[in-house]
C-alpha cells in the first residue's frame, strides 16, 4: 500500500487536494502541526491524521514512519 502523507492539511491549496484526491479514490493521510486542527479536518474527511511539527528530527523520522 502506497500511503500519501499531505503536510499542512488545514491550509487552503490543501483542501483542494483534499478534494481531488477524494474524487480520484485517492486515500491521504493528514498531517501538520496544530492538534485541533488536523484533528477537525480528519473527523470531517475521515481520512487518518498525524500531527508533529518540523523542527525536531526524530518527531519528524515518527510522523513519516509507514510512508514510502
Given amino acids: 500500500m502506497n500511503d500519501i502523507l499531505l503536510y499542512g492539511a ?3 491549496t490543501a483542501q483542494i487536494i483534499i478534494g481531488l484526491a ?4 485517492v486515500d491521504l493521510i493528514l498531517a501538520g ?3 485541533a486542527a488536523i484533528s477537525a479536518l480528519a473527523d470531517a474527511s475521515g481520512n ?5 511539527a518540523l523542527d525536531d528530527p526524530t518527531e519528524v523520522q515518527a510522523g513519516l514512519s509507514g510512508i514510502h
Fill in 10 to 12: 488545514n491550509g487552503y
Fill in 33 to 35: 502541526r496544530n492538534p
Fill in 22 to 25: 477524494r474524487e480520484r479514490g
Fill in 48 to 52: 487518518p491524521h498525524r500531527v508533529f
